[in-house]
């Protein structure tokens, strides 16, 4: 089992930064892929980025390229989300998933079943 718990979600203004921080406990972190997910009211959860186990590969989605990066600390056992020149259409709550490698035949997925905890998502709300 790995528990994980977002943080650092709010309000913002159109053009404005966020970071967001996902902890991790209980099953070595460094073994799992770590992505960060979001879902907008009415919306499908959509994968946003996700990064490797020591963080050499990552992957984007086309609507947050060269705005957020994705980054982690094995050491604290903590995903980070950096946001910025943020735009209203960010807005959503924001979830960090963990997904092991089990046999599968890529290192990390856009499909929300792709992974295999999820923490209780963060809300980010950019204003215009």
């Known amino acids: 089992q790995v528990q994980l718990v977002e943080s650092g979600g709010g309000l913002v203004q159109v053009g404005g930064s966020l970071r967001l921080s996902c902890a991790a406990s209980?099953?070595?972190?460094?073994?799992?892929?770590m992505g960060w997910f979001r879902q907008a009211p009415g919306k499908e959860r959509e994968c946003v980025t996700a990064i490797s186990v020591r963080g050499g590969s990552t992957y984007y989605a086309d609507s947050v390229k060269g705005r957020f990066t994705i980054s982690r600390d094995n050491a604290k056992d903590t995903v980070y989300l950096q946001m910025n020149s943020l735009k209203p259409e960010d807005t959503a709550v924001y979830y960090c998933?963990?997904?092991?490698?089990?046999?599968?035949?890529?290192?990390?997925?856009?499909?929300?079943?792709?992974?295999?905890?999820w923490g209780q998502g963060t809300q980010v709300t950019v204003s215009s």
């Open positions: 209980g099953r070595t972190f460094s073994s799992y892929t």
């Open positions: 998933a963990a997904r092991s490698w089990g046999g599968r035949s890529s290192w990390y997925s856009t499909s929300e079943y792709g992974y295999d905890y």
